[in-house]
C-alpha cells in the first residue's frame, strides 16, 4: 500500500521545475516565415529565386534580407520532374519548403515541342497507388504494427494474402500466431485462435468468440483510402479529415479522436501509414513484402503450422554467460544507497526502531491498546496467535535481521484528526516545490518533541544521516471506504530540518485499529476472522517490506500493465504468508544457486532453509536483470496461518509444491514510474511485470482462478514447464534454450532437473 502522495509530490517538483524553464527561456534570436501561398509547382528549366518564398525577421520584428547563403538548394533541380526540398537556416531557426518540377514546355518559348506526358502531380499518384488496394482478394503484402503510448511501445507482425490475415504477436512472454481466414464459396469470416499448446480453436463470423478476437485485431482496411481527401507536403499524404480517415481506415475507438493520419508512398505502393490519438497514443503500420507472402491456414485442434525453432535458431536464446568470480552480488539496499545515499530500515543487523503512538484531539489510546501494540510489535507467536513484526522478520530473514521496536509513550497530537487530514502545505526546497501534508506535519510534531527527551542517534543504525524510519501509528478510525489519508501507506519526508543532526526521511503512517482485523475485535474491515488470531500485525509487516524497499507485488491499476503478479499469494501482495524468494535476495537473506549448464538440483523448503535456484535468461551476471526463479513452497512456518483459512490466497489452502517465478528486475532507470519503483518493471503499470508466477497449469494471469493463485500453479512430481507453455519466451520473445522437470517433491524437498538444448 505505497504512497500515492509520493508521486504528486514528484509532479508538483516537476512542474516548478518546467515554470523555472519557461521564466528562463528566451525568444529566439530570428523568426522564419515560409510562404506556403507561392506557387511552388514548376517546370521543366524554370529559374527560380528561392529567396522570394522565406521572410526573416529578428527578435524585435525588423525584416531581414534574405539571401541565397541561407539557403541549401544542393537538392533544387528543375531540369528534371520530380520533389525536391530548399531549407533556409538563420541562426538557431530552420524551415524548408518543397517544391514540385512538372514536366512541361520549357521557358520562355511560348510553344514548346510535343514532349513526353507530364509527370503525374501528387494527386494523380495518390490515386493510382490508392486504387491498387480496392480489391483485397489481390493483397499480399506484411505490416509491422507498432503502439507506443506513455513511452511503452507494443508490437504486433501481420500479413495478409488475399482476405486471409496471419498476426503473429507475444502475450505474457509466449508467441503466438493467429489467423482471419475468409472461405470464398460460403462467404465467411472465420477467426483461427492460438491455444498457445500448439493446437487451434475456430471461431465463425458472428459468433460472440469471433467478435471478441476479431476487435483485438490492428486491422487496416486499405479499400476505403481512396474515401478520404490528402494534402501532399514534405514527402507525405496528410489526411484532411484524419479522424474520418482514422476510423475508416483503421478503426473508431470509443471516446478517443484521431488528430492526425499520414500516409507515405514508396515505389507506387503504401509504405507506412502513421495516426496519432487525441491521448497521444501513436500508431505506424510499416508495409513490405510486396508479392511475397505465403501461409496455409491450420486446421482446428491441429498443431500450428510454425515449427519449433531449433537451439540455433536467431528465435531462441542465446546461451548466457555465468561468471563466479565477477558476479556483482550486490543487493536491493546497495543499489538504493548509491542512488539516493540514504535508504529506510537496514535489511540485516540488529537494532531498534521508533514507534510513536499518535493519539488526536478527541480520541483515547489506553493502556490495553499500548500493550497489545508492543505485542503487535515485539511480541512472540503465541501471544499474537501468529507473529509480531520482529518475530515475522527474524524467521523470513534466517535471523539476520533481529528489529526491535522502541514503543514511546502517547504522543498527543497539537490537532483533531480532522485538521490533519485537510492540512495541506507547499513550500520549495532546494529549488524544487513540494506538497506538505497532514502525516508529514505529525512527523516534524514528533520529532521535534522527542528530539529534547530521547537520542535519535540511536535509530540510525546505518549511519546514512537519516532516522531509519518512524513508525507513526494513530488513534483515528481506518477508513475502509475511501483507502487515503488514514490508511496504511509509507512515504519519505524531504525537509531539510534535522533532528538531533539527523534527516527525518522514512515513515509509515498506519491506525492502531489494524491490530484488529481478521481478529474477534475486528472493528468491520470486511475481513474473515482467522480463528486463533488474537493480535494482528500483517499490515505493519507489509509496511515495513516498504520501508526495507520492496515494492507493491499487487496491480494498481487493471487497465494498464501486462496484468501479471503472484496472484495475491505474497506479504507484499495480500499480506499473507513469507516473503518470495526474490524479495529476500533483494534483501540480502539468500543466495540462490544459479544454474546455465544442464543440472539436477535439490532444494529445500523456503520457508525453513532458504534454497533457491536461478536460471538466467537476458542475464548481466547480476540480480538485476532478466531471470527464472525456483523455490519449494510449503504451508509451514510464516505459511501456516494464513494457508489453513477458507478461501485462503496461498495456494487454496495446497500443503506444498515448486514455485516458479519469472523476474525482470533491470534498474537502468531507478524510480522512473509513477510508483516509485526502484526497478523498470513493476506489478501495475509496465508490459512486463517485476516478479510473476509461471503457473503450472499452462495459464497466465490466474484466468480460471479468478486472478487469484491456486493449487494449480504449484508444480508437482512430473511437471515440465515445456509441457505446460510449449513456447515459452523471455521478454524479447526469443524462445527458452531449456527444459525445466520436477522430480519427487515433498513439503521438505524438492528435486529440479534443468535441461539445456
Request: a negative charge.
Amino acid at each position: 500500500m505505497k504512497n500515492k502522495k509520493l508521486f504528486w509530490a514528484f509532479l508538483a517538483s516537476v512542474a516548478a521545475a518546467v515554470c523555472l524553464l519557461c521564466a528562463c527561456t528566451q525568444k529566439p534570436v530570428y523568426h522564419i516565415e515560409a510562404a506556403e501561398d507561392m506557387p511552388r509547382l514548376l517546370e521543366i528549366g524554370d529559374e527560380v529565386d528561392f529567396t522570394q518564398y522565406f521572410t526573416v525577421t529578428d527578435r524585435n520584428g525588423n525584416r531581414i534580407v534574405v539571401t541565397e547563403d541561407m539557403l541549401d538548394l544542393s537538392e533544387a533541380d528543375t531540369s528534371r520532374a520530380g520533389f525536391f526540398t530548399v531549407w533556409i537556416t538563420v541562426g538557431d531557426a530552420k524551415d524548408s519548403l518543397t517544391f514540385y518540377v512538372e514536366e512541361g514546355p520549357a521557358k520562355p518559348e511560348p510553344e514548346p515541342e510535343p514532349g513526353p506526358e507530364p509527370e503525374p502531380s501528387p494527386a494523380d499518384i495518390l490515386a493510382e497507388a490508392v486504387g491498387a488496394y480496392a480489391d483485397p482478394s489481390e493483397w499480399n503484402f506484411a505490416v509491422d504494427f507498432t503502439d507506443v503510448l506513455d513511452g511503452e511501445t507494443y508490437t504486433e507482425y501481420y500479413e495478409y494474402r488475399g482476405r486471409n490475415v496471419m498476426n503473429s504477436y507475444t502475450y505474457e512472454g509466449v508467441p503466438y500466431v493467429d489467423y482471419l481466414g475468409y472461405d470464398e464459396k460460403a462467404n465467411l469470416y472465420s477467426y483461427y485462435y492460438d491455444n498457445g499448446d500448439g493446437t487451434y480453436e475456430v471461431y465463425d463470423e458472428g459468433t460472440y468468440e469471433y467478435e471478441e478476437n476479431y476487435y483485438n485485431l490492428y486491422y487496416v482496411d486499405l479499400t476505403v483510402l481512396g474515401d478520404y481527401a490528402f494534402s501532399f507536403g514534405n514527402g507525405r499524404y496528410v489526411a484532411d479529415d484524419p479522424s474520418a480517415a482514422g476510423n475508416g481506415v483503421l478503426g473508431e475507438y470509443e471516446g478517443y479522436t484521431w488528430v492526425s493520419f499520414e500516409l507515405y508512398l514508396a515505389d507506387g505502393k503504401i509504405a507506412k501509414i502513421v495516426a496519432v490519438m487525441n491521448d497521444g497514443d501513436t500508431q505506424q503500420f510499416a508495409f513490405s513484402k510486396y508479392g511475397e507472402i505465403r501461409f496455409t491456414l491450420p486446421e482446428a485442434g491441429t498443431p500450428s503450422p510454425t515449427p519449433t525453432p531449433s537451439p540455433s535458431d536467431p528465435t531462441v536464446m542465446e546461451k548466457q554467460t555465468y561468471n563466479a568470480a565477477t558476479f556483482d552480488g550486490e543487493n536491493l539496499q546497495d543499489k538504493m544507497l548509491k542512488t539516493d545515499e540514504m535508504i529506510g530500515l537496514p535489511s540485516v543487523g540488529s537494532y531498534s526502531a521508533l514507534v510513536v503512538p499518535v493519539q488526536f484531539s478527541g480520541d483515547a489510546i489506553s493502556e490495553s491498546d499500548l500493550a497489545d501494540l508492543r505485542i503487535a510489535f515485539n511480541g512472540s507467536s503465541t501471544q499474537t496467535g501468529w507473529e509480531s513484526v520482529n518475530s515475522y522478520y527474524r524467521k523470513a530473514s534466517y535471523g539476520k535481521l533481529n528489529l526491535m521496536f522502541d514503543i514511546q509513550p502517547v504522543y498527543k497530537a497539537q490537532h483533531s484528526a480532522s485538521y490533519y487530514e485537510r492540512y495541506q502545505k507547499s513550500y520549495n526546497e532546494n529549488g524544487e516545490t513540494y506538497t506538505e501534508t497532514g502525516d508529514s506535519l505529525i512527523l516534524q510534531e514528533v520529532l521535534s518533541y522527542y528530539e529534547s527527551s530521547l537520542d535519535l542517534t540511536k535509530y540510525d543504525y546505518n549511519g546514512d544521516g537519516a532516522l531509519d524510519a518512524v513508525y507513526l501509528i494513530y488513534s483515528a478510525p481506518v477508513d475502509y471506504t475511501d483507502a487515503d489519508f488514514y490508511w496504511a501507506y509509507v512515504t519519505w519526508y524531504y525537509g531539510e530540518e534535522t533532528y538531533d543532526g539527523l534527516y527525518g526521511y522514512s515513515y509509515l503512517f498506519a491506525g492502531l485499529q489494524f491490530m484488529d482485523e481478521s481478529t474477534q475485535n475486528d472493528p468491520g474491515s470486511g475481513y474473515g476472522t482467522i480463528p486463533g488470531l488474537k493480535i494482528n500485525a500483517a499490515t505493519y509487516i507489509h509496511e515495513t517490506g516498504h520501508l526495507l524497499g520492496l515494492d507493491d507485488y499487487y496491480d494498481y491499476e487493471e487497465e494498464k500493465g501486462c496484468g501479471e503478479g503472484v496472484g495475491g499469494a505474497d506479504m507484499m501482495d495480500y499480506n499473507v504468508g513469507d516473503h518470495d524468494v526474490y524479495s529476500k535476495i533483494m534483501l540480502g537473506w539468500l543466495e540462490p544457486e544459479i544454474v546455465n549448464e544442464t543440472k539436477t538440483v535439490t532444494i529445500r523448503s523456503s520457508q525453513s532453509v532458504g534454497d533457491a535456484i536461478l536460471i538466467p535468461l537476458d542475464f548481466d551476471n547480476s540480480y538485476f536483470c532478466e531471470y527464472l526463479l525456483i523455490d519449494l513452497y510449503a504451508a509451514q512456518g510464516l505459511n501456516e496461518l494464513h494457508a489453513s483459512v477458507d478461501d485462503t490466497l496461498l495456494y487454496g489452502g495446497a500443503a506444498y509444491g515448486v514455485r516458479i517465478y519469472h523476474i525482470s528486475s533491470s534498474a537502468d532507470s531507478p524510480y522512473a514510474d509513477d510508483y516509485g519503483s526502484f526497478t523498470d518493471y513493476n506489478n501495475s503499470t509496465t508490459d512486463h511485470a517485476l516478479i510473476k508466477l509461471v503457473e503450472a497449469d499452462g495459464e497466465t494471469a490466474f484466468r480460471s482462478s479468478g486472478g487469484l493463485a491456486a493449487s494449480s500453479d504449484l508444480w508437482r512430481t512430473g511437471g515440465r514447464l515445456s509441457e505446460a507453455f510449449p513456447s515459452y519466451a523471455r521478454n524479447d520473445g526469443k524462445l527458452l534454450n531449456f527444459d525445466i522437470e520436477i522430480g519427487a517433491v515433498s513439503a521438505t524437498s524438492a528435486t529440479v532437473t534443468v535441461t539445456f538444448r
